[in-house]
């Protein structure tokens, strides 16, 4: 580990590393500045507090909500149980019919799963080849009983981009409430919560150069204002709708982590839009790799590629000491299932297993992409040749 050179890291949809700036900010919070922000009584309190005060308003004037709109969590996985429990129990009195994506993370679609087995209804939309959704079926689903909506900003395996204005305002026309997980998206692409009708949006640190174990729930105040039945009970913090004593350190190394990519948004995502698409060209020019998901409405630093007369597994253990990534089946490596969203997109289980994850971050350089590029091709190349058996082991 030490001495040998590590793989290039290509897997920012699973985590990126906290940018030093980040850490530089965090720091004092550890130590001198250890207050508890809900200490009112003393200067240690409140100089925490006030730390707490300036990440919110970063990130509620960077989706156009208020600091009181935020909701602090552990992440995007609580923030999206938080939602979706929280909104299920709130009105469950008023419908009990949640309408969600076979394409959306596990934080998502578990929380559904377990609603159903409390009596809830849900459906769960199919996407198109492209993988976006198909509004028309939205509007479809809607029933006199749906409260929910849920819907992904940016797909964590496939880049893909939903028409968040088109939902929200298909949702704002119903009465019913639009709830959106932008862990992928929120520094990468524009979120307005106001523009875009979002009543509820998960967002977290770890994806945007912050710490792990910290994200927040924008939960709308106005127009209309959301109900939501806490998941954690306590202390009545964040206006009781999350109790726990605010973490400080991590909430501060958040709010650095939105600023610094909010202060380059556009500069970043045209270069990474570079990489990516020379990375893709490359790949492009042998038979047999396709592109999954839509070619222009995805994240810029995502590309996500099924290969033919290849075995998955073979391909990724051979590509491993050069190039830390994911196959298509991402987040659940535990898991050997063929990814439900390749899946979702009409592939085959071979051309599903046998699929590549990019994601490319803010410090991957030209230089690295080209190598990456180079030994790929190399590497499917040689596996096609060596004709193993195309059947998948695991
Ligand atoms: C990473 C991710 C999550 C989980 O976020 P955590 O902060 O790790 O809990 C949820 N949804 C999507 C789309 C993600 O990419």
């Given at each position: 580990?030490?001495?040998?050179?590590?793989?290039?890291?290509l897997?920012?949809?699973?985590?990126?590393?906290?940018?030093?700036?980040?850490?530089?900010?965090?720091l004092?919070?550890?130590?001198?500045?250890?207050g508890?922000p809900?200490?009112?009584?003393?200067?240690?309190?409140?100089?925490?507090e006030?730390?707490?005060?300036?990440?919110?308003?970063?990130?509620?004037a960077?989706?156009?909500?208020t600091p009181?709109?935020?909701?602090?969590?552990?992440?995007?996985?609580?923030?999206?149980?938080?939602?979706?429990k929280?909104?299920?129990?709130?009105y469950?009195?008023?419908?009990?019919?949640?309408?969600?994506?076979?394409?959306?993370?596990?934080?998502?679609?578990?929380?559904?799963?377990?609603?159903?087995?409390?009596?809830?209804?849900?459906?769960?939309?199919?996407?198109?080849?492209?993988?976006l959704?198909?509004?028309?079926?939205?509007?479809?689903?809607?029933?006199?009983?749906?409260?929910?909506?849920?819907?992904?900003?940016?797909?964590?395996?496939?880049?893909?981009?939903?028409?968040?204005?088109?939902?929200?305002?298909?949702?704002?026309?119903?009465?019913?409430?639009?709830?959106?997980?932008?862990?992928?998206?929120?520094?990468?692409?524009?979120?307005?919560?106001?523009?875009?009708?979002?009543?509820?949006?998960?967002?977290?640190?770890?994806?945007?150069y912050?710490?792990?174990?910290?994200?927040?729930?924008?939960?709308?105040?106005?127009?209309?204002?959301?109900?939501?039945?806490?998941?954690?009970?306590?202390?009545?913090?964040e206006?009781g709708?999350?109790?726990?004593?605010?973490?400080?350190?991590?909430?501060?190394?958040?709010?650095?982590?939105?600023?610094?990519?909010?202060?380059?948004?556009?500069?970043?995502?045209?270069?990474l839009?570079?990489?990516?698409?020379?990375?893709?060209?490359?790949?492009?020019?042998?038979p047999g790799?396709?592109?999954?998901?839509?070619?222009?409405?995805?994240?810029?630093?995502?590309?996500?590629?099924?290969?033919?007369?290849?075995?998955g597994?073979?391909?990724?253990?051979?590509?491993?000491?050069?190039?830390a990534?994911?196959?298509?089946?991402?987040?659940?490596?535990?898991?050997?299932?063929?990814s439900?969203?390749?899946?979702?997109l009409?592939?085959?289980?071979?051309?599903?297993?046998?699929?590549?994850?990019?994601?490319?971050?803010?410090?991957?350089?030209?230089?690295?992409?080209?190598?990456?590029?180079?030994?790929?091709?190399?590497?499917?190349?040689?596996?096609?040749?060596?004709?193993?058996?195309?059947?998948?082991?695991?």
């Amino acid at each position: 580990m030490t001495t040998q050179k590590r793989p290039i890291y290509l897997d920012c949809h699973a985590t990126t590393p906290v940018d030093p700036q980040v850490m530089a900010a965090m720091l004092p919070f550890f130590t001198e500045q250890f207050g508890n922000p809900a200490s009112s009584a003393h200067a240690y309190g409140w100089e925490a507090e006030a730390a707490v005060q300036r990440s919110r308003e970063i990130l509620a004037a960077g989706i156009n909500a208020t600091p009181e709109e935020i909701v602090f969590t552990s992440g995007a996985t609580e923030a999206n149980n938080l939602a979706i429990k929280g909104v299920a129990e709130a009105y469950f009195s008023r419908g009990r019919h949640i309408v969600t994506v076979q394409t959306e993370h596990s934080a998502v679609l578990d929380p559904c799963r377990y609603l159903e087995t409390l009596g809830f209804e849900v459906t769960y939309l199919p996407v198109q080849p492209d993988g976006l959704i198909d509004l028309a079926e939205l509007e479809r689903s809607l029933r006199a009983d749906t409260v929910l909506v849920s819907v992904m900003a940016a797909n964590n395996e496939i880049g893909v981009l939903q028409p968040l204005a088109e939902i929200g305002r298909r949702c704002r026309d119903r009465g019913i409430l639009f709830h959106t997980d932008a862990a992928q998206a929120i520094g990468k692409i524009e979120l307005d919560v106001q523009t875009q009708g979002i009543d509820l949006m998960s967002v977290t640190a770890h994806k945007v150069y912050g710490p792990k174990g910290i994200g927040a729930l924008y939960v709308r105040r106005r127009h209309p204002r959301v109900n939501l039945a806490p998941q954690l009970h306590g202390g009545g913090h964040e206006r009781g709708r999350r109790s726990g004593t605010l973490y400080t350190p991590q909430i501060v190394g958040f709010g650095e982590a939105l600023h610094l990519a909010w202060t380059n948004q556009e500069g970043e995502q045209s270069r990474l839009k570079e990489l990516r698409d020379r990375l893709w060209q490359s790949l492009q020019t042998l038979p047999g790799v396709e592109l999954n998901g839509h070619a222009t409405q995805r994240l810029t630093n995502n590309l996500n590629v099924s290969i033919a007369e290849v075995d998955g597994q073979a391909l990724l253990l051979a590509l491993r000491t050069v190039v830390a990534l994911s196959s298509g089946s991402a987040c659940s490596s535990a898991s050997t299932a063929p990814s439900h969203v390749l899946k979702a997109l009409g592939r085959e289980d071979d051309l599903a297993y046998a699929s590549l994850r990019f994601g490319l971050g803010r410090f991957t350089t030209a230089a690295e992409m080209d190598q990456v590029a180079h030994h790929c091709r190399a590497t499917i190349l040689a596996l096609r040749q060596s004709g193993r058996p195309v059947t998948t082991v695991h």
